[in-house]
């Protein structure tokens, strides 16, 4: 697309991901003219067939690998850390690692944002996520549940969200209001969480001195199922793309086109939102009076464009966002900026079922178990999400032709090969048996877990990388601690062959030790906390409309105003900030452009 001219614009949103595309949307349908900057190269909206294509030859099959990015917009990415033998880790990517643990978690720049290659699990948070800081562990909110609870129903209609409605209230205990329903009723449990729910519903687990009852639920997804007639007070719901039919590769492409993505928001952008791709934003130009007055891109071409609005939002991802703050010396009364980096740090365990359970089927995870993300716990160790992993061994060892790898190898009883018929009959049982637990762990926001710029590190671009300094508080490591326990008792009660082993190696960059016992993590890729929202603008950079407290026309939105990442993935209640933020920054534009009472000159005298 051309660059956009001299042109003065209402609104310039920097980042066609998630957050931006949404922002974009509700600004332009209230006839704002947008000017959306993305980093990413244009050619990636060019549909399913080309990112498939490009997985389909990719050497390394990765979340970010059917997208071809941009080698101006470089991104992190799981390759980029590998484990040492003798436990830590190498960084080859474009994060500088300063650790002392790896912050393992990828995005995209790519138009359209890591939401391209996400895995589509779109669960709110509870009432009391918004209140962690009263159990003594990271922050409390500006704002309560109550107060995004109608952005969330607006977020899961945009996103067109699969649940139910009434199991969400009695398991997880949110509140709706009365009669509410998901635009689509809830995904089809996979086989593998019919035969957990028989093994595991009504029993409990011990975690410390309580016990915890456990109940399957199904999650919310934004992907499609089967329409509710009854949503939106029996107005019903129309979906955008093909129906889920189970393809198993949601991460990193639906070729269904099921999964939502930032793409489908964009198709519905009104046309005064104008997009630019293969645009680099370089710095937020601040005026003398403390206003925002645009932005500076590096486009294609590589010439820097300086473009103007009357008001600027920074929605390129949590850490880009906080690049951006710092590079433009922003924001940064408090000493916030890049600071409080939070992620959920996955525990992952495996085992065999006894039986055959079908896995490699369906999205990544269609039920979980919700018990241990509440209550008086959270104030000992980290809360967590169970996901029961419908996708086998793959995230803990790999896919499953690595396995056949080691089958071919050493897989026969005297430690050779096996061939035929008998590899057959070993992979097709043990494979079969393959399943996962995915332990999303909460992660508190810790001052020292920040991002900072060096320049001695620089890209293409010759722009400062993102340093990040990231480690697992002692609370985190006690909730891992936790999980693994509760992972032990599940197992015993599924009856199922335990085969989870941590050690240092290739695989395990995230390996640590904690009281004398090995673990390993991985990551969600939820990060979170870099411009973090608070009530003061002493300790916080965004107030709780993800305005920035020193300008008052600068907004920073996404998961890095989240002042508690809390257990849920948190793409949905990034969602519903941006749309209450919308409201806010069609306010203030309203306000800027009100007509100007003309006051009468002198007292007495009549205004022609
Ligand atoms: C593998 C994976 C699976 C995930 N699964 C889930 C899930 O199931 N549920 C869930 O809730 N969350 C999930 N997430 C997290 C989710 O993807 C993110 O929370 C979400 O995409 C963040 O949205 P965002 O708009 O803030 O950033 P992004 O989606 O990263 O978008 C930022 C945009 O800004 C652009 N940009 C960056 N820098 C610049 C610049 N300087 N100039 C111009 N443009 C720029 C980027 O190119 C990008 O398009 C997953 C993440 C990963 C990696
Ligand atoms: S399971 Fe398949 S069809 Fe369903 S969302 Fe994932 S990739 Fe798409």
């Given amino acids: ?42 050619a990636t909206d060019a549909g399913p067939d080309r990112a498939l294509e490009a997985y389909r030859t990719a050497l390394v099959k990765s979340p970010n690998s059917p997208y071809p990015t941009s080698p101006s917009a470089p991104s992190p990415d799981v390759p980029d850390l590998t484990g040492r ?11 500088v690692q300063r650790g002392p643990l790896p912050y393992a978690s990828g995005y ?38 109550q107060d995004l609870e109608p952005y969330y129903r607006a977020a899961e209609h945009e996103l067109g969200v699969a649940a139910d409605a009434d199991e969400q209230r009695e398991a997880v205990g949110l509140p709706f209001p009365d009669g509410y329903r998901f635009p689509m009723r809830a995904i089809p449990r996979s086989h593998l969480d019919h035969v957990m729910a028989e093994a595991l519903d009504g029993r409990s687990v011990r975690d410390r001195e309580a016990r915890v009852r456990l109940r399957v639920t199904t999650t919310p997804h934004a992907r499609n199922g089967v329409p509710d007639p009854g949503h939106d007070g029996g ?4 979906p955008d793309g093909g129906r889920c039919v189970g393809h198993a590769s949601c991460v990193p492409i639906c070729p269904s086109g099921a999964k939502y993505t930032p793409l489908r928001t964009q198709a519905r952008w009104a046309p005064s939102v104008a997009l630019v791709t293969d645009a680099v934003v370089t710095r937020v130009r601040i005026a003398a009076n403390g206003r925002a007055g645009g932005v ?20 390129a991802h949590a850490i880009e966002n906080a690049k951006l703050l710092l590079l433009s010396d922003a924001a940064n009364r408090s000493d916030q900026v890049g600071r409080n980096l939070m992620d959920h740090p996955v525990l992952l365990t495996w085992g065999l079922m006894k039986h055959q359970i079908g896995p490699y089927r369906g999205p990544g995870s269609t039920s979980g178990l919700e018990g241990f993300r509440f209550g008086p716990a959270r104030a000992r160790r980290a809360p967590f999400r169970v996901e029961i992993g419908n996708w086998g061994w793959t995230w803990a060892l790999g896919p499953p032709d690595l396995r ?10 005297d430690g050779r090969g096996l061939f035929g018929a008998e590899l057959r009959r070993t992979l097709g049982d ?36 993102p340093v990040v300094h990231y480690d697992l508080s002692d609370w985190v490591k006690r909730g891992i601690a936790a999980a693994k326990g509760v992972s032990d008792q599940l197992m ?21 030790e904690h009281e004398g016992r090995p673990y390993a993590y991985r990551a969600a890729g939820h990060g979170a906390g870099t411009h973090i929202m608070g009530d003061s603008p002493a300790t916080s950079v965004v107030d709780q409309w993800q305005r920035c407290w020193d300008h008052s026309n600068l907004y920073a939105v996404g998961c890095g105003s989240m002042p508690t990442v809390a257990t849920s993935n948190p793409s949905l209640t990034m969602a519903a900030l941006a749309l209450r933020s919308a409201d806010r920054m069609h306010q203030d534009l309203l306000a800027r452009h009100r007509p100007i009472r003309l006051k009468r000159a002198f007292e007495g005298a009549d205004l022609p």
């Fill in 1 to 42: 697309m051309t660059a956009p001219g001299g042109r003065r614009w209402d609104v310039i949103v920097v980042g066609a991901g998630f957050a931006g595309s949404l922002v974009a949307k509700v600004l332009g349908d209230r006839g704002w003219r947008v000017l959306v900057l993305e980093a990413g190269a244009g």
């Fill in 85 to 95: 033998p003798d436990g830590g880790y190498r960084a080859h990517g474009y994060l």
């Fill in 108 to 145: 995209l720049r790519a138009n359209g944002g890591t939401g391209l290659a996400w895995t589509g699990l779109a669960p709110r948070m509870h009432p009391e996520d918004f209140r962690a800081g009263d159990f003594g562990h990271g922050r409390n909110w500006p704002i309560g549940y």
């Fill in 235 to 238: 107005a019903g719901y129309r």
């Fill in 296 to 315: 500076d891109y590096l486009a294609h071409d590589g010439r820097t464009h300086t473009v103007e609005a009357e008001l600027v939002v920074l929605a």
């Fill in 404 to 413: 056949v790898a080691e089958l071919l190898r050493t897989g026969g009883p």
């Fill in 430 to 465: 043990r494979v079969g048996r393959e399943f996962a637990f995915q332990f999303e762990m909460e992660q508190d926001a810790d001052p020292a877990n920040r991002v900072t710029l060096d320049p001695r590190h620089r890209d293409r671009l010759g722009l400062p990388r």
């Fill in 492 to 512: 015993g009660l599924l009856g199922a062959e335990d085969r989870t082993r941590f050690e240092p190696g290739p695989a395990w960059p995230g390996y640590f």
